[in-house]
């Protein structure tokens, strides 16, 4: 069974960083798909970003590009989310997501099968 556990969401001005954790427990993750998801009040959860377990080989949503980055650390089973320029339409609950191999794009939420809680992350304008 695996076990996954976000940290490091809060409260953040417009313009500034926050990195979220995803901490493992159970088995290493090395050769995990995981990815990241986020969902604003009223809208349906939308991906965030995703990292192959094989080469590391990333991928962002437009939305993020070039603000966000996905990084693991396969000695400590954790990944993390490195969060720069936020803005209010960051405002979520961010969910990190393990699956075994990507069946189709990492983007697709459906073949994910474990989840964390999630953590809150509000940006203030």
């Known amino acids: 069974q695996v076990q996954l556990v976000e940290s490091g969401g809060g409260l953040v001005q417009a313009g500034g960083s926050l990195r979220l954790s995803c901490a493992t427990s159970?088995?290493?993750?090395?050769?995990?798909?995981m990815g990241w998801f986020r969902q604003a009040p009223g809208k349906e959860r939308e991906f965030v970003a995703a990292?192959?377990?094989?080469?590391?080989?990333?991928y962002y949503a437009d939305s993020v590009k070039g603000r966000f980055t996905i990084s693991r650390d396969d000695a400590k089973t954790t990944q993390y989310l490195q969060m720069n320029s936020l803005q209010f339409e960051d405002t979520a609950v961010y969910y990190c997501?393990?699956?075994?191999?990507?069946?189709?794009?990492?983007?697709?939420?459906?073949?994910?099968?474990?989840w964390g809680q999630g953590t809150q992350v509000t940006v203030s304008s």
């Open positions: 990292i192959r377990g094989l080469n590391a080989f990333t």
């Open positions: 997501a393990a699956v075994e191999s990507f069946h189709t794009t990492p983007s697709d939420e459906t073949q994910y099968d474990y």
């Open positions: 159970g088995r290493t993750l090395r050769w995990y798909g």
